[in-house]
């Protein structure tokens, strides 16, 4: 169901309910009102005839000719006869006490007042048939304007519903027509207040579309260009095999091809690694991590690479940090930052540092709620210059100095994988302003 109908269902069934509700107490009140004035009307008549000081003879001569009065009058002597009747075939029972009371005769119930004057007991009545019929016509006069204007409050309602509504459907027919290029955000000039947290959304939404779809458009682009080099060389690698005019030739050239390959490879994962660490895109659910535990794992499934170029690969995390986090993104974060160390770094040491800092504890302590998680890799190498410590978190660039074969992403990846994770990576120099020192911070697990 739509909106509008459900609007004017409710509104319409509310006016209704409500105006039927009021109606009724008006009709009510209007129709008790009214027999009280016939009452009040009763009491006034019986108390004018109180008033004559005539004698029982002359009284009922004053009253003769009466009869086409709506009320029935009656005078009883002090001896209980009756010495006037205004309507004598109406057989209307005497007054049981005075005041007013309800009888009931052969022609139907009566409203009746009796007073007492001079010994004569006077009784005036009226039909109370004729008195509703006379309330009835006096209620449903003052509730002919009330049900008329029920009706023309639905159509203005019908009416501004549908005016006010228009508004989401001009909305949505602006956002029908866009194209899939077409990212611009909606007017709200004319946008009531109520729609306008609907606007803002859909604005914010096609903001976050526009730039997804330029880092999409500009991921491409990138990716075209870096994989346009390695598979020239692979082809021309192919051709040198197949030219070659001896088996050694052919080795060396199919050594250069699979290497090739290799590099290809990599680049094509490190592409992959990076387009699912997009902090937008990615819509995995978050768990507890061991952010100790995992650097000690990296570390190990790299020790045999930095053994084989002859440096100490050491890892200083004595105490769990558990962090709140992607283990695979985690993992993924650690590998890169130290293969990148032990790529760049041609002798010395690696050394792989866990910690926590900030509340609870200060550094180096152990797994409580609260303050960051830090995680460092520092080196002996030739370090980055300050100049290049920016843009080394740009995709595919490689400092000017870096002589070591790569892809460019591993900074950017680790990036986006803070990103994600809500923390930072900063660049620093390495003890004694030798090396490199690179920093991830991100929070603790939140207290449960």
Do not use: C
């Amino acid at each position: 169901m739509s909106m509008r109908r459900r609007l004017l269902l409710w509104l319409l069934t509310s006016l209704l309910a409500g105006g039927l509700a009021a109606a009724a107490v008006v009709f009510v009140q209007a129709r008790s009102e009214a027999h009280e004035l016939f009452d009040y009307q009763l009491r006034q008549l019986a108390l004018t005839l109180r008033d004559r000081s005539y004698s029982v003879r002359q009284f009922a001569e004053v009253l003769q000719g009466e009869e086409a009065l709506d009320f029935v009058i009656q005078v009883w002597a002090p001896d209980g006869n009756s010495i006037y009747e205004s309507h004598p075939r109406l057989r209307i029972p005497g007054p049981v006490r005075l005041g007013f009371n309800d009888v009931t005769s052969g022609e139907g119930r009566w409203r009746v007042f009796a007073i007492q004057q001079r010994g004569l007991t006077l009784q005036v009545s009226q039909a109370v048939a004729d008195r509703d019929a006379l309330a009835f016509g006096a209620a449903w006069r003052t509730l002919l304007p009330f049900l008329v204007a029920l009706p023309l409050f639905g159509l203005l309602i019908w009416r501004l519903v549908g005016r006010e509504v228009r508004f989401l459907e001009t909305t949505a027919r602006a956002v029908a027509s866009r194209s899939p290029e077409s990212l611009a955000p909606l007017d709200k000039v004319a946008v009531p207040e109520e729609i306008q947290p609907l606007v803002d959304a859909l604005n914010g939404l096609l903001g976050r579309l526009e730039k997804a779809f330029t880092r999409e458009r500009q991921f491409i682009a990138d990716a075209a260009h870096e994989l346009r080099t390695p598979l020239t060389a692979l082809r021309l690698q192919l051709q040198l095999a197949e030219r070659a005019r001896d088996d050694g030739d052919r080795e060396r050239a199919y050594e250069m091809l699979r290497e090739g390959i290799a590099r290809a490879v990599r680049l094509v994962e490190q592409l992959l690694t990076l387009a699912r660490q997009d902090p937008e895109a990615s819509g995995r659910a978050r768990e507890p991590v061991n952010l100790a535990a995992l650097a000690r794992e990296g570390a190990m499934a790299l020790e045999a690479a930095a053994t084989s170029q002859g440096l100490a690969l050491a890892v200083e995390a004595p105490d769990p940090v558990e962090v709140l986090g992607d283990p695979a993104a985690l993992r993924t974060m650690i590998t890169n930052l130290v293969d990148n160390a032990i790529r760049y770094t041609p002798f010395g040491s690696v050394t792989v540092r866990v910690r926590r800092e900030g509340t609870g504890g200060g550094v180096g302590a152990g797994s409580g709620e609260g303050g960051e998680a830090i995680f460092e890799v520092e080196d002996t190498g030739p370090g980055i210059p300050l100049a290049e410590r920016q843009r080394v978190f740009d995709r595919f660039y490689r400092g000017e100095a870096a002589t070591e074969g790569g892809t460019g992403l591993g900074l950017a990846i680790v990036r986006r994988i803070a990103l994600r994770h809500g923390g930072a990576v900063e660049l620093a120099d390495g003890a004694g302003g030798r090396g490199l020192r690179v920093r991830f911070r991100m929070p603790m697990k939140n207290a449960p």
